[in-house]
Each structure stands twice: as C-alpha cells, then as structure tokens.
C-alpha cells in the first residue's frame, strides 16, 4: 500500500513539474534570453571600457614621449 502512494506520488510530482514547464515555457525563454542578453552587453561594454583606456593610454604615453624629445633639443 505504501509502495503505490509512493509510486504515485512520484508520478504526480513529475506531472506537476513537467505541466509547469508547459504551461511558462514563454516566460522561461523569454527569461533566459534576457539574461543571456544581459551578459553579452556586460561583456561588450567591458571590452569597449578597455579599448578606450588602451587608447587614453597610447595617447599619453606618445604625448610624453614627443615632449621629452622635445625638451632635450
């Protein structure tokens, strides 16, 4: 008697949870590809962050070197 209830039991867990993915599956995608998209544009704002400080970088480190040329002319 105990065993049925269980198996029982286990199958109705798994409609229940197989029901739910069914009846949100919108809302999941939807969920997913927004977080998904989230992370992409993190990444690419970070990449863009770095590509500018290389650049502010190369800028100053030229300018220094065209001034102290300079100076000792």
Known sequence: ???EI???DSNT???KIRNFFKNHLKKIV???I???SILVSLFVINEFK???KIKISNL???TIIDYSQN???
Request: aromatic residues 12%.
């Open 60 to 62: 100053y480190n030229s």
């Open 50 to 52: 770095d590509k500018t």
């Open 6 to 8: 269980a198996i029982i």
């Open 1 to 3: 008697m105990d065993e």
């Open 71 to 73: 100076t000792k002319k």
């Open 13 to 15: 867990r798994t409609e």
């Open 30 to 32: 939807v969920f997913f």
């Open 34 to 36: 927004g977080l998904i």
